[in-house]
């Protein structure tokens, strides 16, 4: 074996290792830029609330719960209950906002039907 071919072969495992952990690092992201994720439509409804907005926040909703019922499957209860606390908050305050969106829209259609 030249010296030419183990650089090689020492290079395409160098870059096989570097590929497993960056997707290993990128997976173990995943349920911590999904709790990211409802934080930032959360505070996007804050600033224009839409209907629209509510239905992307459900999803996202659903695809954290997705997300922690895996992690119980995994036995990764820690992990599960990590996520499951920060949802639990989100949610919290989401159904909050929904509740007085929802008012302020039934007042909004209530008053433009009394005024015709």
Known sequence: MTTSSL?????????????????????????????????????D?????T????EVIDRSFVKIDVIIKDFETKEDFAQADLFRR??????????????????WKEDQARAGSSVE
Do not use: W
């Open 51 to 54: 209907h629209s907005s509510l």
């Open 86 to 103: 920060q949802a639990l908050t989100l949610r919290y305050e989401y159904r909050a906002m929904r509740a007085a969106y929802l008012k």
């Open 7 to 43: 650089l090689a072969r020492l290079y395409s495992i160098s870059v096989l290792v570097v590929g497993v952990a960056l997707l290993c690092l990128t997976g173990c992201d995943s349920p911590a830029r999904t709790i990211r994720e409802i934080r930032q439509n959360i505070d």
């Open 45 to 49: 409804f804050k600033a224009a609330p």
